[in-house]
Antibody, heavy 119, light 112 residues
Framework: EVQLVDSGGGSVQPGGSLRLSCAAS????????MHWVRQIPGKGLVWVSR????????TYADSVKGRFTIHRDNAKNTLYLQMNSLGADDTAVYYC????????????WGRGTLVTVSS | DIVMTQSPLSLPVTPGEPASISCRSS???????????LHWYLHKPGQSPQVLIY???YRASGVPDRFSGSGSGTDFTLKISRVEAEDVGVYYC?????????FGGGTKVEIK
């Protein structure tokens, strides 16, 4: 089955760190750009970061640049988001997303994992 | 950053009736290759978002033909020819021409 299973969310104190994972299956993972998109509860969708299939190109939203790192292990078919220096405004559901066509058409989404930053 | 503006914010609809959502971008989304880098997504309650329309007017695989997209440059429209109960949720447009990728604020479609 073609799917993305994201995990790793949880509660963390301000200034803390968390690593999200996204396990891909059913398709050739290394052939696709992958993204993280987040949704603050009750708010809209916000793009966070992307990584090319070979892992050599990454891009970030300004709000997370320098704090978050996206990377992938194509041997394990897994995407990661390392999140450091977390603040309250990072509280959101994080979705792992596949770019199906190379032009940021998000054709496959994980179910999302909730990150809560609170003291 | 490119700002995406959707209207209306909320759209009560009657099953069987048409519905229309507008999306405007602060910059043209028409690429030199002739394609508009504007995609539409639907976020149903309790589910993950799903793509409906890509490149302004192309229906994604499996999307019913009652959904259609139109527009070019800075003005785009998503239309539902006859709304069904399963179409409720929040609709988002997203521009994919420039980084950062940006979404509209969303249009909540609900049944009257």
């Amino acid at each position: 089955e073609v799917q993305l299973v994201d995990s790793g969310g949880g509660s963390v104190q301000p200034g803390g760190s968390l690593r999200l994972s996204c396990a891909a299956s059913g398709f050739t993972f290394s052939s696709y750009w992958m993204h993280w998109v987040r949704q603050i509860p009750g708010k809209g969708l916000v793009w966070v970061s992307r990584i090319k299939g070979d892992g050599n190109t990454t891009t970030y939203a300004d709000s997370v640049k320098g704090r978050f790192t996206i990377h992938r292990d194509n041997a394990k078919n897994t995407l990661y988001l390392q999140m450091n220096s977390l603040g309250a405004d990072d509280t959101a559901v994080y979705y792992c997303v596949r770019d199906g066509r190379g032009d940021s058409v998000f054709d496959l989404w994980g179910r999302g994992t909730l990150v809560t930053v609170s003291s | 950053d490119i700002v995406m503006t959707q209207s209306p914010l909320s759209l009560p609809v009657t099953p069987g009736e048409p519905a229309s959502i507008s999306c405007r971008s602060s910059q043209s989304l028409l690429h030199s290759n002739g394609y508009n880098y504007l995609h539409w997504y639907l976020h149903k309650p309790g589910q993950s978002p799903q793509v409906l329309i890509y490149s302004g007017s192309y229906r994604a695989s499996g999307v019913p033909d009652r959904f259609s997209g139109s527009g070019s440059g800075t003005d785009f429209t998503l239309k539902i020819s006859r709304v069904e109960a399963e179409d409720v949720g929040v609709y988002y447009c997203m521009q994919a021409l420039h980084i950062p990728l940006t979404f509209g604020g969303g249009t909540k479609v609900e049944i009257k």
